[in-house]
């Protein structure tokens, strides 16, 4: 390498070390997202799932000749309740595919939040044991 080399040389290990450092950092990045994704997922699955076995042990009680109607009256209720949590799983599951589509237009504006609170707290039940104070100089 001749001493006019020298330089070009200098900058461009300098250039591809930067640019392996980008890359070590875009794969650093994409492992914690797979990461987090597989995370989720697992998640996911569990909440899906645990409502699920509830409504498919309490049908096949159910199915068979019981004899019972407060174990009957038992189940439906649990298979009821457990399918409106699983309703209600999915449906922020398709809010959150919503939100994620970029389809949702927020439009912030400054609002004096006290002001608002103080419009709304006689409209709340009342509650034992909470002290509320609004200022009317904040």
Not at 75 to 100: F, G, H, P, T
Not at 123 to 131: A, F
Request: net charge positive; glycine share 2%; hydrophobic share 45%.
């Amino acid at each position: 390498m001749s001493l006019l080399s020298a330089p070009l040389y200098a900058k461009s290990r300098r250039h591809n070390g930067s640019q392996l450092v980008r890359r070590q950092m875009a794969f650093l990045r994409a492992s914690d997202l797979e990461r987090q994704r597989d995370e989720f997922l697992s998640l996911l699955s569990h909440e899906l799932l645990t409502p699920l076995t509830s409504i498919l042990g309490w049908a096949q009680v159910a199915s068979h000749d019981v004899g019972d109607p407060a174990l009957l009256a038992r189940a439906l209720e649990s298979i009821a309740r457990n399918a409106l949590r699983q309703k209600a799983l999915l449906v922020s599951l398709l809010d959150l595919a919503y939100y994620r589509g970029s389809r949702l237009v927020l439009d912030p504006e400054h609002t004096q939040l006290w002001r608002q609170m103080k419009l709304r707290l006689p409209s709340l039940p009342p509650c034992r044991d909470v002290q509320l104070s609004l200022f009317d100089d904040v």
